[in-house]
C-alpha cells in the first residue's frame, strides 16, 4: 500500500458524459501527478500539481481538466467523453516537485465510457 | 519528438535465469530516468538513474545509465516467479517544468 488513494475504483459511464476522478496524496507530499494507461498507448503522464499549482503539464486534451485543492486532494476532471478515453487512471504523489523526488502510486481508477 | 523505446516488448524465461531490459531515449532537456516494476495494479519505483556509469543495485536487480549512448539496462539476476511483471523505463525532462515520457514496457515471465 502506497499511501495513495483513489475513488472511485471503478467508473462505468456513456459518451459525452463528464467524470471527476479524486485523489488523497500521501501524508506530507505535496506534488501530484496524473497518468493515463491505456492498451495502445502505455502509460501517459497528464498533469503535475505542487502545492496547489500546475507545474507541468503533459500529453492533457483540453476536455480534461485538474486541479489541486488546499487539502492537497486532487480532482481529474473529464468532459465530453469518447470512447477512446476508456483507461486506466493513475495519481502519483512525491514530496517534492523535481525529479529527485519518488513518486508513489495509487491503486488507479478503471474509466470505462460506454 | 520525445521517444522512448524499450526492448524487448515481451520475455519469457525459466526461474533462475538472468535477464537484461532495455530502454533507449531520444529526448531534449534529459534529467534522469526511472524504472518502474508494474504488477497487476499500480507501478511501484526501482530505481532512479541520474549520472552516467554509477550501478544502483537492490538485491537481485540493478541498472545502469549511458548518458552517451542515451540508454540504461535493468538486470535481474536469479529470477524468481514473482518477478513476472512488466518493467516500464522513463524519462524525466526539465521543459521549464518536469515532464515523464514512459516506453511502452516490457512484459516479463518467469516460468517455473
Known amino acids: 500500500d502506497s499511501g495513495v488513494t483513489q475513488t472511485p475504483k471503478h467508473l462505468i459511464t456513456a459518451t459525452g458524459q463528464r467524470v471527476t476522478l479524486r485523489c488523497s496524496p500521501r501524508?506530507?507530499?505535496?506534488?501530484v501527478y496524473w497518468y493515463q494507461q491505456s492498451l495502445d498507448q502505455g502509460l501517459q503522464f497528464l498533469i503535475q500539481y505542487y502545492n496547489g499549482e500546475e507545474r507541468a503539464k503533459g500529453n492533457i486534451l483540453e476536455r480534461f481538466s485538474a486541479q489541486q485543492f488546499p487539502d492537497l486532494h486532487s480532482e481529474l476532471n473529464l468532459s465530453s467523453l469518447e470512447l477512446g478515453d476508456s483507461a486506466l487512471y493513475f495519481c502519483a504523489s512525491s514530496l517534492g516537485q523535481g525529479s529527485s523526488y519518488e513518486q508513489y502510486f495509487g491503486p488507479g481508477t478503471r474509466l470505462t465510457v460506454t | 519528438e520525445d521517444k522512448v523505446v524499450q526492448s524487448p516488448l515481451s520475455l519469457v524465461v525459466h526461474e533462475g535465469d538472468t535477464v537484461t531490459l532495455n530502454c533507449s531515449y531520444e529526448v531534449t532537456n534529459f534529467r534522469s530516468l526511472l524504472w518502474y516494476k508494474q504488477e497487476k495494479k499500480a507501478p511501484t519505483f526501482l530505481f532512479m538513474l541520474t549520472s552516467s556509469g554509477i550501478e544502483k543495485k537492490s538485491g537481485r536487480l540493478s541498472s545502469i545509465l549511458d548518458k552517451k549512448e542515451l540508454f540504461s539496462i535493468l538486470n535481474i539476476t536469479a529470477t524468481q516467479t514473482g518477478d513476472s511483471a512488466v518493467y516500464l523505463c522513463?524519462?524525466?525532462?526539465?521543459?521549464?517544468?518536469?515532464?515523464?515520457?514512459f516506453g511502452q514496457g516490457t512484459r516479463l515471465t518467469i516460468n517455473p
Open positions: 501524508s506530507g507530499d505535496l506534488s
Open positions: 522513463a524519462v524525466v525532462l526539465i521543459q521549464g517544468a518536469q515532464k515523464l515520457v
